[in-house]
């Protein structure tokens, strides 16, 4: 029987961090004699730069050096794959805010005020902002790219009915409530020490590394906690962490840099913004010929993570629906702001919203419900090959799923109260939608899909833990800890956890992906059944006990008829010169991808999940408010029922915002309109659905995945597609067309837009005029 996994136990941080007493890199103790930094960015969001002069920051109070790229003894370059974007531009400007030099000072306000002094001139040129823009001068961060099968033109000629249309996706700022910071430490014969806000230290250990012009080895990143992350600290905490080193180098003492709200959200990329064209071939139920989507992708300035987010909006465009003929086609749109980077759900919800508009669209134009059409597309037996070659294995899973949540939230009743409601009510409409996922688990790019971890068990049997993950609040480190007090039966507090470290665990994997207890749990799982292999041995050995006679639970081990405290057992191995320290490694199994032609099994499983969203909205002012939501979602065997359920939540309620409050606003010129919390609106408690009901799936993983869970972190944002899928069926019950025009985010300015022209006087005038 378990003891600790499958258990809904309290993150570990969690009383900390009521308290306030968990510390973050801000929190830690400074070093004697740390500086701080701040940065100055370009004035234009394109041209060339004529002229810095900076000598006036140099004679400001306070000021110990200032630093450019004159000053980086490596390479000054911060992207992560290819060699388009500087840590310092020194020539092109590419987007509004970009870092041209950065203030060293004795405090954080003397630096931030010497910003302003530097005299910047820089030669305009006309920016590309929008995609729409980017498109026009045709400039890409990387090549076209689509997937191809069947003649999808004749497929759609060919079908009885046809539809198409235009959706547009803005994107999301990660506003993680810990923005970003380093703290670099410089030591001996060139070594450094650098605390960064980071997904991935390793990353951050290379770009490091190259930006001082050292060997990897030379530089050590850790991390024990992170105030968010929603992968915006997975490749864009590099640059924060290269300059505060940088800093360190030039001026030999601690330097850290932390950036205020506005330069975060304006030096930071986003969630990309997409522009979905389509056209689809269906039959009289609904069932899909034939679809031809365009997908394109506002990138940025750089390339950052753009080829694999585009690439899994590529994956998930066809959500939970089989495609007999389709071109996906894709286009990497080069723009004139910040680089757009990871964002939960990595591009996934992009692909799965553009698919659910056109199930939405063949609904409207048939007069079907939607979650009929949804179903009659579904994954099925002979309909279970994906645009990219991966055959649906546990497509029953997803239908289970569905019909059940379509039972216990009594969908058929309350869609047939809402239209009875809506042929009473003029103004104000009612929405229902029930929205499937279905999301793949696996980075796309087969090298990351590895972890490893360190182990060791002490004399008197508590265990040090370490591996390559990191924790940002997701209970990461809670869930590997339950592992491994599990796997040598002992209780969860003889389990010390420790921050990640590129000292202790070389080569991480980023987290994200959704990959983290998957990966680094199998890790752990590794270096302890190596561990207690051994100590089993030794028992064996000096207790003449046959192996399979000792057991490992309750904080004792059974040897035979005797029965030892597990630390008795670790002093006696110890003794016994047997090694209690290992390392594990973990591969994910079965993976393939060949992108040159576009097949393959780019994912080890699929986490499937559901939502039934009630919305309410006031066709005169856009106004409108979530009623009830009802999710169903599958996480196999859950190793912590109450994390799972708590990501559950945050992330709908994360996506929720990202359809309908947050929208980024640039102005003509490039400039972040939306660059404080007073301007761009993240959901707040009131958002929160008053009626939420989240459950869990009852299904193991079918995969061997650690204790047969299932992975957690980024498919839950995709439900809250159900939201907006509500929003435009009420926008629909309030004119007829006006659902396929609703972009997202549904802001009360994009839903009175969809509706166009609606008298409300008329509508009342008509209401009234009915007969009683």
Not at 107 to 128: G, H, Y
Not at 485 to 492: D, H, P
Not at 697 to 723: C, H, M, Q, W
Request: proline share 6%.
């Amino acid at each position: 029987m378990l003891r600790h996994v499958r258990k809904p136990l309290p993150h570990d941080s969690a009383v900390k961090q009521v308290q306030g007493a968990a510390p973050y890199i801000d929190d830690l103790p400074e070093p004697a004699g740390t500086l701080h930094i701040a940065v100055g960015g370009s004035t234009k969001a394109h041209g060339t730069l004529v002229a810095l002069d900076l000598d006036r920051v140099r004679s400001a109070p306070g000021v110990v050096a200032v630093i450019t790229a004159a000053d980086i003894p490596g390479k000054n370059c911060v992207a992560p794959h290819m060699d388009d974007e500087p840590i310092f531009a020194t020539d092109r400007i590419e987007f509004h805010g970009q870092p041209l030099f950065a203030v060293v000072a004795t405090t954080r306000d003397a630096a931030r005020r010497a910003v302003p002094l530097a005299t910047i001139e820089i030669a305009p040129a006309p920016p590309a902002v929008t995609i729409d823009e980017g498109l026009a001068t045709g400039a890409r961060v990387l090549p076209d790219y689509a997937f191809v099968g069947g003649d999808v033109t004749a497929a759609i000629e060919a079908a009885p009915h046809k539809a198409s249309g235009t959706l547009r996706m803005g994107g999301q700022e990660h506003f993680y409530l810990e923005g970003q910071i380093a703290l670099a430490i410089p030591g001996e014969d060139g070594a450094m020490l650098v605390h960064s806000s980071t997904q991935h230290p390793t990353e951050v250990q290379h770009i490091v590394a190259r930006t001082l012009g050292v060997p990897d080895a030379f530089v050590t990143c850790e991390i024990r906690r992170m105030g968010g992350g929603f992968g915006g600290k997975e490749t864009q905490a590099c640059q924060w962490a290269a300059i505060a080193a940088l800093a360190a180098r030039v001026t030999g003492r601690p330097c850290k840099l932390r950036l205020d709200r506005d330069a975060d959200m304006m030096m930071t990329g986003k969630r990309h913004d997409f522009r979905a064209d389509w056209a689809v071939g269906f039959d009289h139920e609904g069932r899909i010929a034939g679809l031809d989507m365009l997908l394109a992708a506002r990138c940025g300035m750089s390339a950052d993570c753009s080829a694999g987010v585009v690439d899994r909006a590529m994956f998930h465009a066809d959500n939970t629906y089989h495609l007999p003929a389709f071109r996906i086609d894709t286009r990497r749109v080069k723009t004139h702001t910040v680089s757009n980077t990871a964002f939960r759900g990595f591009g996934g919800p992009q692909g799965m919203l553009a698919a659910e508009r056109v199930i939405e669209a063949i609904a409207w134009s048939l007069g079907r419900d939607p979650l009929d059409v949804r179903k009659a597309n579904f994954y099925a037996p002979g309909r279970d090959r994906t645009p990219y070659g991966q055959t649906i294995e546990d497509h029953d899973v997803g239908l289970a799923l569905i019909e059940e949540l379509e039972r216990t939230s009594d969908y058929r009743a309350r869609r047939a109260a809402i239209a009875a409601f809506n042929a009473t009510s003029p103004i104000l409409k009612r929405g229902l939608a029930l929205t499937p996922l279905k999301f793949g688990i696996s980075f796309t790019l087969a090298a990351m899909n590895q972890a490893g971890a360190l182990v060791h068990v002490y004399q008197d049997g508590s265990v040090h833990l370490n591996h390559g993950g990191t924790e940002m609040g997701q209970g990461l480190f809670q869930k590997v800890a339950q592992v491994a007090a599990e796997e040598f039966g002992i209780g969860l507090e003889r389990v010390r956890i420790t921050p990640t470290s590129t000292e202790k665990v070389p080569n991480t994997s980023p987290t994200a992906a959704s990959s983290g207890s998957d990966l680094n749990g199998m890790a752990v799982q590794a270096a302890c059944r190596t561990i207690k292999a051994r100590m089993v041995a030794f028992a064996a050995e000096n207790w003449s006990v046959p192996e399979e006679q000792i057991l490992f639970a309750d904080d004792h081990v059974q040897i035979g008829n005797q029965r030892i405290g597990f630390g008795e057992l670790a002093h006696a191995a110890h003794c016994g010169r047997v090694s209690l320290s290992s390392t594990g490694f973990y591969k994910t199994p079965k993976l393939h991808w060949d992108r040159a032609r576009g097949t393959g099994h780019p994912f080890f499983y699929y986490a499937w999940g559901a939502a039934v969203s009630e919305v309410l909205i006031d066709a005169g002012t856009g106004e409108n408010k979530v009623l009830r939501v009802d999710i169903l979602h599958d996480v196999g065997r859950s190793l912590n029922p109450a994390i799972d359920i708590g990501q559950i939540e945050g992330g709908f309620v994360q996506g929720m915002g990202w359809l309908t409050t947050e929208e980024l606003v640039f102005d003509a010129e490039g400039r972040l309109l939306t660059h404080a919390p007073s301007t761009y609106k993240i959901p707040v408690a009131s958002d929160v659905p008053a009626d939420f009901r989240v459950a869990l799936f009852d299904g193991a993983n079918r995969e061997e995945t650690i204790y047969r869970s299932k992975a957690v972190g980024e498919p839950p944002f995709n439900l809250a597609i159900s939201v907006f899928c509500a929003l435009a069926d009420a926008v629909e019950a309030a004119s007829p067309g006006a659902g396929a025009r609703l972009d997202a985010p549904a802001t009360p300015e994009a839903i009175v837009t969809a509706i166009g022209d609606f008298d409300v006087a008329a509508a009342l005038g008509a209401a009234l005029a009915r007969p009683s």
